[in-house]
């Protein structure tokens, strides 16, 4: 008997299928990994903006939550939108018995298109989910809402992922996509891990990672491209798969993000709705079948 890996994302849906649960569960199936999912929101979108979203309430979120987590063998998981304070509670409950393996913490406070997503509060967004976090991923928008602080250059993003991993999370991904024009500055003494990347520079997607105790950064060729929706969900959902496959921390977070370069690099050309597309999360599928 031979059984695929399990990892369950907790989010939103978007109806665009760009984000959310959506690209999470495109991102899954992409590393051969079987998704469960706890849908957590239903937001009209697309890839111009939300129009209207809702949050679904505590006990349906609790019922789907047991339902899987009774029923398969879980070995990742990943949280994006929460929408506010009671489901924010909730899923830190579940974490805190034990219950959320290998957890992977977006913590989703804005859309690109700046969309608000969580109406609770940011601090204790952190207070509660980031000791139980494996990972937590904020992006630059996140990362000043949750420290209250300015973050315009790599060194900035360096100093706020120690100042996040005093809340307790074992590694922190401070996503540097919205971060314009920055050159990386002097390397870190921890250096980089393979991102499929290149050196640091203003062509570079730079994200850095304080794991383990230890500063590395990640480099990779920036892609030229309005097809952006989704990425954080996508490199999130990437490092639970990886996590679930059993990859060592640093090394997931490096392949799931030389997974999200490829992604966009292969949908570069498309044309999918008016504003920012989606990625393309299958570009590695071969199969006779299809
Ligand atoms: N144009 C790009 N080229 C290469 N990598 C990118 C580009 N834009 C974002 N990335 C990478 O994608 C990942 C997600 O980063 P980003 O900072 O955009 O997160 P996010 O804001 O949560 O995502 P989203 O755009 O979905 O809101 C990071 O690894 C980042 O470096
Ligand atoms: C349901 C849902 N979850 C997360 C995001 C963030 O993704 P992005 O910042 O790319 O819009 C989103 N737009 N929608």
Redesign the pocket.
Same mark, same amino acid.
């Not at 989010?11 to 978007?14: E, F, H, I, M, Q």
């Not at 760009?18 to 649960?21: F, K, Q, R, S, Y």
């Not at 952006?228 to 969900?233: I, S």
């Given at each position: 008997m031979h059984s695929p890996p399990v990892a369950l994302t907790i =989010? %939103?849906?978007?109806s665009g299928g760009? =984000? %959310?649960?959506q690209a999470d569960l495109h991102t899954f199936a992409a590393h051969h990994v079987y998704g469960t999912s706890v849908i957590t =929101?239903i937001?009209a979108?697309n890839t111009r903006g939300?129009t209207a979203a809702e949050s679904i309430g505590a006990d349906l979120v609790r019922a789907q939550l047991d339902a899987v987590l009774g029923d398969f063998a879980v070995a990742a998981v990943k949280t %994006?939108?929460l929408g506010g304070a009671e489901l924010l509670a909730l899923v830190a409950r579940y974490g805190e018995a034990d219950r959320l393996p290998n957890l992977v913490v977006d913590p989703?406070m804005? /859309? /690109? /298109?700046g969309?608000p997503?969580f109406a609770g509060d940011p601090a204790a967004y952190l207070a509660r989910l980031g000791p139980l976090a494996t990972v937590l991923t904020p992006?630059l928008i996140e990362t000043r809402q949750l420290l209250g602080r300015e973050i315009t250059t790599v060194d900035d993003m360096r100093e706020a992922a120690r100042a996040l991993a005093t809340y307790g999370p074992r590694a922190v991904l401070v996503k540097g996509g919205h971060l314009e024009g920055e050159s990386a500055g002097e390397p870190h003494e921890g250096g980089a891990v393979d991102a499929g990347g290149v050196p640091g520079g203003s062509d570079s997607a730079i994200d850095v990672l304080w794991c383990d105790g230890q500063m590395l950064d990640l480099a990779a060729p920036r892609v030229a491209t309005r097809n952006?929706? %989704? /990425?954080?969900?996508t490199l999130a959902s990437a490092i639970a798969a990886r996590l679930a496959l059993e990859h060592p921390l640093p090394q997931a977070v490096a392949g799931a993000k030389a997974y999200v370069t490829e992604a966009l690099k292969a949908a570069a050309e498309w044309r999918l709705g008016l504003g920012?597309g989606p990625v393309h999360h299958q570009h590695g599928r071969k199969s006779n079948a299809l």
């Open positions: =989010a %939103g849906s978007d760009g =984000a %959310g649960i =929101a937001t979108q939300v %994006g939108m989703v804005v /859309t /690109t /298109t969309d997503l992006n952006d929706h %989704g /990425t954080g969900c920012r």
